[in-house]
């Protein structure tokens, strides 16, 4: 009999609307254990997937008979205690991003992962785009070249609305704010593409709606960020020989939702959209070229930003690899990637802050 896969939620937000969506799509998993903060949310939560356990203490999740995989989908402040637990009860973990507060407690949820026969990765489901798995493998083929430059453009324009409310994505001390929750992705994107890592990073955050009313009615002070602005420099390798980038990010720029990343080489240029379109340009020529690729599927009644057309690709992989006792899946971000991501991390906040370049 084929294993059945039990999933553990921790945190009802994305995981309501996209996780646990894509894992229902899928014969022989199910969802076995939700925990939220709320009790009312867990139970709610838990009523609509079926799952036959809810509570309001993660740890019960974290160790559940039933629980194979623990899915993390918490502010980043609790990233490192629930996955050091989920470790411990020999769970699978998959832990959103950023991956955790500061380089000290992503290395202790490495060290902790290390030697243990169980998948320890990040979401950064925008791996799993066919897109961008056939962009991955054009650059290898030196379609275009050996990369010169790169840049992010990511626009979204709901935060720009002051009658958001203050929770925790608007606390730097919890982890809030674009840097981490976007520019994780385009950090972690440009290191699996190019097959290098950030050597050099100069960043500017700003906070463009300074208060927010929180849940009670009190004015609360925004401490993170809602746009970011990044340079980097590349470390060279196959792809890449002095190779630099920029980074344009806004929660708050309208008037609609754009999320691109542009390479150009010594050969031409590729430019991938939201949904993992593809579209390449040999030097020499003036218009952009599709290229044919598969845009799967996406969550029906969420907005499609391509973040749940990559996840619905990822779900299955995770269920494979755990029903075939792997630690390891294709293309996917393990916790040693979600390190080099947080290096760049920390490193942003610190030019920041000191408004110069910072060497990694």
Not at 120 to 139: T, Y
Not at 200 to 226: H, N, P, W
Not at 237 to 263: C, F, H, Q
Request: glycine share 8%; hydrophobic share 40%.
């Amino acid at each position: 009999m084929t294993k059945r896969v039990g999933i553990g939620i921790i945190g009802t937000g994305f995981a309501r609307t996209t996780q646990i969506p894509a894992f229902q799509k899928i014969e022989g998993a199910f969802i076995a254990s939700v925990a939220s903060h709320s009790l009312e949310n867990a139970k709610t939560t838990a009523e609509a997937s079926g799952a036959a356990h809810f509570t309001a203490d993660w740890r019960e999740t974290a160790a559940h008979p039933d629980v194979d995989l623990v899915c993390i989908t918490t502010p980043p402040i609790h990233h490192k205690e629930m996955t050091l637990a989920a470790l411990a009860n020999d769970k699978h973990v998959l832990c959103e991003k950023p991956m955790a507060m500061n380089v000290a407690e992503a290395e202790a949820m490495c060290a902790a992962a290390r030697g243990k026969n169980v998948l320890a990765l990040i979401d950064h489901e925008l791996r799993f785009q066919d897109g961008r798995q056939k962009a991955f493998a054009m650059l290898r083929e030196g379609r275009i070249g050996t990369i010169r430059h790169v840049k992010a453009f990511f626009r979204a324009p709901h935060r720009g609305d002051p009658n958001v409310a203050w929770n925790w994505w608007s606390d730097i001390n919890s982890g809030g704010g674009a840097l981490g929750a976007i520019g994780t992705h385009v950090i972690d994107s440009f290191n699996w593409l190019l097959g290098t890592t950030i050597s050099r990073v100069f960043c500017q955050l700003e906070a463009q709606i300074k208060t927010r009313v929180d849940k009670d009615g009190e004015s609360r002070e925004v401490t993170s960020d809602d746009e970011v602005n990044m340079i980097l420099r590349f470390a060279d390798s196959d792809l890449t020989a002095d190779t630099t980038g920029v980074v344009s990010l806004s929660m708050t720029e309208g008037p609609s939702y754009k999320n691109i990343l542009e390479l150009h080489g010594s050969e031409g240029s590729m430019k991938i959209d939201a949904i993992g379109g593809v579209s390449i340009a040999p030097r020499g020529e003036k218009r952009w070229q599709m290229v044919d690729t598969d845009p799967g599927e996406t969550i029906e009644g969420i907005a499609d930003t391509g973040f749940a057309r990559g996840f619905v690709s990822f779900a299955p992989k995770l269920v494979e690899a755990i029903r075939e006792g792997r630690s390891e899946i294709e293309y996917a971000a393990t916790f040693e990637d979600g390190l080099a991501v947080q290096r760049v991390i920390d490193a942003a906040h610190e030019s920041n802050v000191s408004g110069r370049a910072i060497d990694l």
